[in-house]
Nanobody, 120 residues
Framework: QVQLVESGGGLVQAGGSLRLSCAGS????????MGWYRQAPGKQRELVAG???????NYADSVKGRFTISTDNAKNTVYLQMNSLKPEDTAVYYC??????????????WGQGALVTVSS
């Protein structure tokens, strides 16, 4: 069974920084894309940062230049460094990984969510 466990959320003032971590465990055959999503109250979940299997990052326009996605393969962990945070970044953040536990059966694993609150 694959598990993604998130940490690092919290309350921060506008202009501050936070780093989210997402540690994976379990038996995994292959990993493809991974990403960080967020969902603010009353809004749909949106992709804010993604990383392809080839290592190419992509970001939502709203976070470009402020957020950075990275991985530590030795620790099976993906990070989201968030700088210059704004009140509109307040949301529950979820990590997600496209992977296969058995060949030919892709699935998307989700973290449990981490609340980020940015005060003005």
């Amino acid at each position: 069974q694959v598990q993604l466990v998130e940490s690092g959320g919290g309350l921060v003032q506008a202009g501050g920084s936070l780093r989210l971590s997402c540690a994976g465990s379990g038996r995994i055959f292959s990993i493809n894309d991974m990403g960080w999503y967020r969902q603010a109250p009353g809004k749909q979940r949106e992709l804010v940062a993604g990383l392809t299997s080839g290592g190419a990052p992509n970001y939502a326009d709203s976070v470009k230049g402020r957020f950075t996605i990275s991985t530590d393969n030795a620790k099976n962990t993906v990070y989201l460094q968030m700088n210059s945070l704004k009140p509109e970044d307040t949301a529950v953040y979820y990590c997600a990984v496209d992977l296969s536990v058995v060949p030919g059966r892709p699935l998307k694993a989700w973290g449990q969510g981490a609340l980020v609150t940015v005060s003005s």
